[in-house]
């Protein structure tokens, strides 16, 4: 159906009516990569989801305007302002989406994005304060466990989400001491017990980026593999490790 308003809006936009996408006009489809198909009779949450915004925001709870991450479907990150507007009809709203100007991680982090492309180091970019995952390389999400180890499971969810054993870590101070500080914390065999995989050790460096004087990204790097270590319930079920390494093991678990 054609409204007054596709006259006057040229930037992208959605349609909905009682939360329901019943019009996308084609600026949208260009700037998120998404079909028409996979957009149109979705509700507001269902969308949200597609665009991975729902950890930031529900689209139905925007008042006015509201500043955030969007991502495309090939999971790129993009800085928007999405204004909403009503329609005609009570149920009918439109949230317009503009991108905000020389945002895009791509152009802006230009001497990382090598890095990105080699995949030999674990790396990736956080948004400011809530943490969420804007990009990273497969090196970096292999530290994850599944299915946080895909980036379909894990780019636009926060941190809390997608590093088991987060929330009351030792692992979130250090991330919030770097929030509050604004300075770098390089790490050195941070141990976690949290993985099914066993106790994890790793290094890595947590990083603020600036712009304009103000912290706008956290950039996390890991220079190499975690070493992770498996306990087994007995020495038979350790025979396919190093004898030395199997004492070890032994030695921890029963407090040698």
């Not at 949208?28 to 949450?45: A, P, Q, V």
């Not at 009918?92 to 503009?98: A, D, H, K």
């Not at 499971?153 to 809390?160: A, E, L, Q």
């Not at 593999?225 to 490790?241: A, E, G």
């Amino acid at each position: 159906m054609e409204h007054d308003f596709n006259n006057k809006i040229i930037e992208p936009y959605l349609f909905s009516r009682d939360s329901i996408i019943t019009e996308v006009n084609k600026e949208f489809i260009d700037f998120t990569g998404f079909t028409m198909d996979e957009l149109l009779g979705k509700s507001l949450i269902e969308i949200g989801g597609i665009l991975r915004i729902n950890s930031q925001i529900l689209l139905d709870n925007i008042i006015g305007k509201y500043s955030g991450y969007i991502f495309t479907k090939l999971f790129h990150a993009r800085e928007v302002n999405i204004s909403l507007l009503h329609g005609k009809e009570a149920n009918e709203q439109i949230y317009i989406f503009v991108e905000k100007p020389n945002s895009r991680l791509d152009d802006k982090l230009i001497f990382v994005e090598q890095v990105f492309m080699d995949n030999i180091l674990g790396i990736a970019v956080h948004s400011v304060p809530d943490l969420v995952l804007l990009k990273a390389s497969q090196k970096y999400l292999d530290f994850l466990d599944s299915p946080f180890n895909k980036e379909e499971n894990s780019i636009g969810r926060p941190t809390s989400e997608i590093v088991t054993g987060f929330v009351g870590s030792q692992w979130e101070v250090i991330w919030n001491t770097v929030l509050e500080t604004q300075k770098t914390s390089y790490i050195k065999e941070y141990e976690s017990n949290c993985f099914p995989r066993g106790i994890t050790y790793w290094d890595c460096t947590i990083t603020p980026i600036f712009e304009s004087g103000k912290m706008k990204y956290i950039y996390d790097s890991a220079p190499k593999t975690p070493t992770f270590f498996v306990f087994m319930d007995s020495v038979t079920n350790m025979s396919h490790i190093p004898l030395l390494i199997r004492f070890s093991l032994l030695m921890v678990e029963y407090g040698v």
